[in-house]
């Protein structure tokens, strides 16, 4: 699902992404490609894995093999404490991450595009949060993407940021571009 993300108004535009989608699966390169995007910033939490698991659904590791086989460029930007397990993934799926103040700072966003040597219209960030992943991308004028949540269980601040969202979301319907 695409949105007309001129024609929110401001206050809600901020928050609008350019594609809603189910699963990372239904990201194809070449979709990105003929927008001029080459590159990925990912978050990690119930985008790539479930919270806190270290188990990357089969449909999501063949996604990023994918990916990379098309040549993008790839890297995590995740708000995760645990900085093992984002380093153990990291190297499992040869992508790299940056570090930083929470998303939607845009510290963290502007080092990983630092780090792929890409400009912020040449990159998509993907992420299942409207408050952080999004946001943080529109700060920056980056391609955003907007996952369903791979799995219901997550932080218990996010459960009560996912009642503000579906209240964004209807807000949204409007600007929605049909199929
Ligand atoms: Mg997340």
């Known amino acids: 699902m695409r949105f007309r993300k001129d024609e929110p108004p401001g206050w809600l535009r901020r928050w609008c992404p350019d594609e809603h989608v189910q699963s990372v699966a239904e990201i194809t390169p070449e979709h990105l490609q003929s927008l001029g995007i080459h590159a990925l910033l990912l978050d990690l939490d119930n985008t790539i894995t479930p919270w806190r698991s270290h188990k990357v659904p089969l449909e999501v590791a063949e996604w990023i093999k994918r990916m990379q086989a098309a040549g993008f460029k790839l890297c995590f930007v995740s708000n995760t404490r645990n900085l093992g397990r984002l380093q153990w993934l990291s190297e499992q ?13 845009r510290t963290m ?18 992420g299942d949060q409207l408050f952080t992943d999004v946001w943080g ?40 571009v049909d199929k």
């Open 93 to 105: 799926l040869g992508i790299p991450y940056a570090r930083g103040p929470m998303k939607p700072r």
């Open 109 to 126: 966003l502007r080092r990983a595009l630092e780090m792929l040597d890409v400009e912020p219209q040449q990159t998509a960030i993907v």
């Open 137 to 176: 991308g529109n700060r920056l004028g980056i391609y955003t993407i907007w996952v369903h949540p791979m799995h219901p269980r997550e932080f218990i601040g996010t459960k009560v940021s996912r009642q503000v969202e579906r209240w964004l979301l209807k807000r949204l319907e409007p600007y929605r």
